[in-house]
């Protein structure tokens, strides 16, 4: 299947800061996506989802923005804690093509006091 | 709390060896799914399963087969380990068909030597 990517492998922020990370995908049938965190050590966590039909859905501390024009997904996140240090993937499920969902290489976001 | 549980958190197996990897769920989810994590790779679908017997090969099944004889469990087999397939492995489960977010387990980290 096509593969979701990821703009930075990277992203290093101060405590307090916003961070955002960045999703491109090139599948226009998709219409799921999903944000996981991975702290080390552990499996994925969820953190939020989004269905094709809207373009912003927030969570705790958390926004999830599509834009299915040019094809992008972004997860933000709001008064970054050392805590939220983690390796963030995004997932992308294509219509009817059945029950797997299609992985991001990842992003490590560094949280800096 | 735990959900999907992975039998061993680490394994260190010699090559040739025939290697089982056990993953039970309580969620009564329908779909089941074993993924391999490498850095730079991300997640690579090796094998999942939407019912109790049955299975479907995913991106890099070469080397695995499965077994899913009841709904809770799926089991990874590595007919006969290499080094090659030293790797982090995630179980994953979700409820139904398609656009629906996964459960992982906390993964199997098995070395091959």
């Known amino acids: 299947g096509e593969s979701v ?13 916003n961070s955002i990370i ?4 090139s599948n ?11 702290e080390s050590g552990k499996g994925p966590q969820f953190i939020i989802d989004i269905r094709s039909n809207m373009d912003k859905r ?18 933000q996140i709001a008064a970054t804690q050392p805590g939220d240090s983690a390796v963030y993937f995004c ?5 009817n093509s059945g029950y797997a969902l299609n992985f991001g290489k990842g992003t490590s976001l560094l949280v800096t006091p | 709390d735990v959900k999907v549980t ?39 679908l090796i094998y999942f399963s939407y019912d109790v017997k049955m299975k479907e090969k995913g991106d890099i099944p070469e080397g695995y087969s499965v077994s ?3 709904k809770e469990r799926f089991s990874l087999i590595l007919e006969s380990a290499s080094t090659n397939q030293t790797s982090m492995y995630l179980c994953a489960s979700s409820p139904g068909y398609g656009s629906e977010g996964y459960t992982f387990g906390s993964g199997t980290r098995l070395t091959v030597v």
């Open chain 1, 28 to 38: 226009s049938a998709s219409d799921y996506f999903i944000w996981y965190k991975q």
């Open chain 2, 68 to 70: 899913r004889e009841k």
């Open chain 1, 58 to 75: 927030q969570g705790q501390r958390v926004t999830v923005l599509l834009n299915k024009t040019v094809k992008h997904l972004s997860l």
């Open chain 2, 6 to 44: 992975q039998s061993s958190r680490y394994l260190v197996k010699r090559t040739g060896e025939k290697v089982f990897l056990e993953c039970v769920q309580d969620m009564d989810h329908e779909n089941m799914f074993w993924y391999r994590q490498d850095p730079g790779l991300g997640l690579r």
């Open chain 1, 91 to 95: 997932a992308e499920n294509i219509s």
């Open chain 1, 5 to 17: 990517g990821l703009h930075l492998p990277t992203l290093s922020v101060q405590e307090g800061d």
């Open chain 1, 22 to 25: 960045n999703c491109a995908y």
